[in-house]
């Protein structure tokens, strides 16, 4: 019942900017955390940004801070991320995911499917 499903990746030039938008069903966005995880080939899945529900801190990874933000709209049901300043090891694809309640979790109990973002010029 649970679905999230991301759009808005492609291909953009370093410098760029890109918006990803994660709309989600089956459940009221405004009562769980929500973030954005990305994986490169070779490399580890990181966690790229969450937002909680309860309190609404956010969390950024080190790599994307001051060049990336997110944001919910309860209203749309969607959570977004807005990515400017994009670099070529910002290339992964990149998954929305919902944590069991309302803290940003390390290990998301629901996932989208994801969508590829690639910088290259």
């Known amino acids: 019942q649970v679905q999230l499903v991301e759009s808005g990746g492609g291909l953009v030039q370093p410098g760029g900017s890109l918006r990803l938008s994660c709309a989600a069903s089956?459940?009221?966005?405004?009562?769980?955390?929500i973030g954005w995880f990305r994986q490169a080939p070779g490399k580890e899945r990181e966690r790229v940004s969450c937002i909680s529900s309860s309190d609404g801190r956010i969390y950024y990874a080190d790599s994307v801070k001051g060049r990336f933000t997110i944001s919910r709209d309860n209203a749309k049901n969607t959570v977004y991320l807005q990515m400017n300043s994009l670099k070529p090891e910002d290339t992964a694809v990149y998954y929305c995911?919902?944590?069991?309640?309302?803290?940003?979790?390390?290990?998301?109990?629901?996932w989208g499917q994801g969508t590829q973002v690639t910088v290259s010029s």
């Open positions: 995911a919902r944590g069991a309640g309302s803290r940003c979790p390390s290990v998301p109990s629901y």
């Open positions: 089956g459940f009221t966005l405004e009562f769980y955390a």
